[in-house]
């Protein structure tokens, strides 16, 4: 879209304070008028009610109407979509993520935290996969894929456009998943020089629970001599952690019989001849109910609970369900890794949910360590949505 074709967009009266304090959203609610009619995917400048220059971003159609990608006047071409991209990989070499000899599993765009609202962009040791959460960025994916090559050179084999079911409907809309660049092929990568494999085409989200990393990591650094139950496995990834670090036994539980032969074949790639992991198909709650006093170390990683604001109640009557079975359970002296991914939960909800648990479980539990989100999942500071993950590590007398 040129300079010409670029809609303008006027807020009301008072309705701009939240842009000039760089939130990077414009609800439909704060917006007076409309000049040139925009639609979904459409480039709109946004002035206040006096006409002053505000942002520039990506208007759809929705509660959040526009998502703003710059607050100065420029012209977002490809020299500058690359510019974006070069800083959000700058910023992950200096943290020691990107370039690493023993990971190569990471996020390199966070959507709002890195100021390419919309856009979610995954590097699996040279396959990039990409989720488009909105029209207007799915509408350059040609000119990203372009610039994501051109930062990547030749460490980037292949990339993946995976936003058939993260797109809202719109004319146009991507009726499949599709490959961008590079062939299709198995895909594997590195995470502190633990091995995974990725289904990028029929896994969750882009193929693998980036964000877990770091506290992956912690439970290998408190695994040794445990009884591990990593529920709601997935693929495996705290397994993998848990047992490398010398766990006494450690059993991945997921209810999706697909996850749990990917577990298998993580495992298997990582300690070919292991007779200390196992992988169940079961219920979650069934099955803390049956077995869950077999184990002194238990994670609780279940999906989201809540996606939207009015499944807010439901979803703290989740977490408190659960967290109170694996604390009736868990063994006297035992570790709890518990955790909610539900940005509609929050930080002080998800503890509340715990410690309503802890008391109808009858148990003594200190706080070890509270957790989030990895350094390469950055939160905006002016965008406080943009923290989604929490966790608590819990210590059960």
Known sequence: MNKQEIRKVILKSGKDQSLRRFHPWVFSGAIKKTEGNPVDGDLVQVFDNKGEFLALGHYQIGSIAIRVFSFS??????EYWTGKIRSAYNYREALG????????IYRLVYAEGDAMPGLIADFYGGTLVLQFHSVGMYLIRDVLT??????LGDSLKAVYDKSKFTLPPFKGAPSENKWLMGEKGDISGLEYDNKFMISVEGGQKTGFFIDQRENRKLVGAMAKDRKVLNMFGYSGGFSVYALRHGADLVHTVDSSASAIEMAGQNMALNFPDTVKHEAIVADAFDYLDREGGNYDMVILDPPAFAKRRNALHQALQGYKRLNAKALRSIQKGGILFTFSCSQVVSRENFRKSVF????????????IRQLSQPADHPVNIY????????????YVE
């Open 73 to 78: 006047d420029i012209v977002p071409d490809r």
């Open 97 to 104: 993520i990107a370039g690493s000899a023993s990971t190569n």
């Open 146 to 151: 372009d610039a994501f090559s051109e930062v």
């Open 356 to 367: 309503v648990a802890a008391a109808n479980a009858g148990r003594t539990v200190r706080i």
């Open 383 to 394: 965008h406080p949505e943009g923290e989604y993950l929490k966790g608590l590590v819990l």
